[in-house]
């Protein structure tokens, strides 16, 4: 309750009506009057009190409002600061990617090239497999390094065929038709196929272009189905009878003289 300054003038007045109406009711008066005004100034002692401990708790909530205040700056500063130094770092990688990437794109260049040039034995599974690296280097954020990874895997795969004597089976077109067919491959450099009803072929290099072709010759079938029966039979070491290209490419007669 607020202390009213209207009660009190009130008081006053009763008093001085308490002396005019005549001494037999003036203690009874005053005291009365004390007793309110002594009411009042508990009521004014208690507001006053009631109005210090508000203000109290505002000072704290401002101090703590402050303190927040000041966390959220140092806050934004660090996260300023954070934000700056991941930029740059970011821009940095980026430049490290660009200077990978360019080698990179290269040896794929120079690894496509070799693929288109050596014998088609399965080139499109192979040319697949960089062309998917090629791709992966395309995105946003490239991994030069998982690229470089799967480039020199590849590398080692080639070299891998490129001394391997033996069978296997691929698909091949042959006079307008798709067949799956056996194939007797020496290395990076022969190439047999025998076709599901029993004739033979092989991969031929004419003019600068490999084709798959039948082999009509009696004596150059037998030579070719002899390499498959030998391969059938683990027998890959020892003198072999090849059937042999006139048109290899110069890198393949360097390695047959």
């Known amino acids: 309750m607020k202390f009213s300054f209207a009660k009190l003038a ?27 005004v002594d009411s009042l100034a508990e009521q004014l002692d208690s507001q006053r009190r009631s109005t210090r401990d508000d203000l109290s708790a505002l000072r704290a909530e401002r ?7 000041r966390l959220e700056k140092i806050r934004r500063d660090t996260l300023t600061r954070l934000r700056a130094e991941r930029v740059k770092r970011m821009d940095d990688q980026e430049g490290r990617v660009l200077t990978l990437l360019e080698p990179i794109e290269r040896s794929l260049a120079s690894a496509k090239a070799y693929v288109s040039a050596t014998l088609p034995f399965k080139r499109k599974e192979r040319m697949r497999l960089l062309e998917q690296i090629e791709a992966d280097l395309a995105v946003t954020h490239p991994d030069p390094a998982q690229a470089l990874t799967r480039l020199w895997r590849f590398v080692e795969e080639e070299e891998a065929l490129a001394r391997e004597i033996g069978l296997s089976q691929q698909a091949i077109e042959l006079e307008g038709k798709r067949l799956l067919v056996d194939v007797a491959r020496v290395g990076m450099t022969l190439m047999y ?20 072709e039948r082999i009509e010759s009696a004596e150059a079938r037998g030579t070719v189905l002899q390499v498959f029966d030998d391969l059938k039979n683990n027998q890959v070491l020892g003198p072999k009878r090849l059937l042999i290209s006139t048109d290899l490419p110069p890198a393949v007669e360097r390695g047959l003289k």
């Open 10 to 36: 009130s008081l006053l007045w009763l008093v001085g009506s308490a002396s005019a109406a005549g001494a037999t009711s003036l203690p009874e008066e005053v005291s009365a009057a004390r007793a309110e």
């Open 63 to 69: 101090a703590e409002l402050q303190r927040q205040l």
């Open 193 to 212: 196929f025998r076709l599901p009803d029993g004739g033979v072929g092989w991969v031929r290099r004419s003019n600068g272009a490999w084709s798959f």
